[in-house]
């Protein structure tokens, strides 16, 4: 199995920064895809980033040009350095990551427990 630890959320004013980082352990053989979507209350959960294997990254056109999400691949980290936030972008923020472990023939999604993001206006 994967566990997946999150830290950095909290609260922040807005136009602050903050980051956000998942470290992925566990029998993992290999990985796909690690990202973070984010559900504010009332609201569905929604791709925030994502970093794809051979395929790059992608972004939620709500975040471009403010967020940044990257990996480390030898510590099966993903990060997401979060600029300009807005009281919008306040959620929790789930990471997400799609693997293949030990014992499985094929790719399995997991996420983390969630970080709260807070921003204040």
């Known amino acids: 199995q994967v566990q997946l630890v999150e830290s950095g959320g909290g609260l922040v004013q807005a136009g602050g920064s903050l980051r956000l980082s998942c470290a992925a352990s566990g029998s993992i053989l290999k990985i796909n895809t690690m990202g973070w979507y984010r559900q504010a209350p009332g609201k569905q959960r929604e791709l925030v980033a994502a970093?794809?294997?051979?395929?790059?990254?992608n972004y939620a056109d709500s975040v471009k040009g403010r967020f940044t999400i990257s990996r480390d691949i030898a510590k099966n980290t993903v990060y997401l350095q979060m600029n300009s936030l807005k009281p919008e972008d306040t959620a929790v923020y789930y990471c997400h990551v799609r693997a293949l472990v030990s014992g499985r023939f094929d790719w399995s999604d997991y996420w983390g427990q969630g970080t709260q993001v807070t921003v204040s206006s």
């Open positions: 970093t794809v294997s051979g395929a790059g990254t």
